[in-house]
């Protein structure tokens, strides 16, 4: 099974106001989303690849009522708090947070938990109370961990992040093992798959992650999980596409920008083609 995931990050931020969006209107642009893509996707075997795009909040409902029956694409959100509602317990006093149960009546099959940023997020407040190196990136691993719980229990799929830093390259067996040991102890793993992010190579003017090294990291953690499913998640597009299907580690990857220059953004038609590109038809 391959999968192909999409982060639409704030890909819905006006260009007058600093972002990208060219798409559609704010209020129209989940369901421009879905609108754009499901009829291409229809094409593929969902025996052989899964679809899920995980977007802002507040576009899940409208995205929602867009999808035809059967559509291939999932919906999911970019991350659930660490603790839950509960039927005698807790009914909602979460103000800012996104409970799994919340995501779960949103319409949400699948949630991103540990992308770089929220990663990054995390190390931040950390930092601000003094906390950093090792210890508050074990602290951010077990807090991803209870995140990855709850959703599960909710019945979701999850896709897990990992990935080391510029910084972090020399110890990467220690730093990708303990994001891999504490984010996914006591998980049922059936339900995770996980995604790649060199983080050290994401950005402008950084150096691509070439083959050789996606396949060393694909391969370990393959060994450290049993065979748990890997995605490139530093960014499948259209000029690695082929390199990434060549690797047989990998089995999809996680697509952000289909366009990196001019009119930058995420545009349906593009996504589309980067995902012909890496799956050959």
Not at 214 to 233: H, L, P
Request: overall charge negative.
């Amino acid at each position: 099974m391959k999968h192909i995931f999409l982060n639409l990050k704030r890909f819905d931020v006006p260009v007058e106001m600093g972002g990208v969006n060219r798409l559609a209107p704010v209020a129209d642009w989940g369901k421009a989303i879905v609108e754009g893509t499901q009829d291409g996707l229809a094409a593929y075997d969902k025996n052989e690849v899964e679809f899920a795009a995980y977007l802002p909040e507040a576009h899940l409902l409208s995205a929602a009522a867009a999808r035809k029956p059967g559509c291939a694409l999932q919906l999911g959100c970019q991350g659930v708090y660490r603790a839950d509602t509960a039927v005698g317990g807790n009914f909602g006093a979460f103000t800012t947070n996104r409970p799994a149960s919340a995501a779960k009546a949103l319409g949400c099959e699948s949630v991103l938990i540990g992308h770089c940023e929220e990663r990054n997020d995390k190390m931040g407040i950390l930092a601000e109370a003094g906390v950093t190196g090792t210890e508050a990136s074990r602290a951010v691993n077990r807090l991803l961990n209870q995140e990855i719980r709850c959703a599960v229990a909710r019945g979701m799929t999850v896709l897990y992040c990992i990935g080391e830093k510029s910084e972090e390259q020399d110890a990467w067996e220690q730093v990708l093992g303990e994001q891999l040991s504490i984010g996914l102890e006591g998980v049922d793993k059936s339900k995770v798959v996980i995604a790649y992010e060199p983080v050290w190579s994401i950005g402008p003017g950084k150096t691509p992650a070439d083959k050789p090294y996606i396949t060393k990291i694909a391969r370990f953690v393959k060994e450290q999980t049993g065979g748990m499913d890997v995605v490139y998640g530093g960014g499948l597009k259209s000029d690695n596409a082929a390199m990434l299907a060549s690797i047989p580690e990998i089995d999809g990857g996680l697509i952000a920008l289909t366009r990196f220059s001019g009119e930058i953004g995420f545009y349906p038609e593009e996504y589309l083609e980067i995902i012909r590109l890496y799956l050959g038809k």
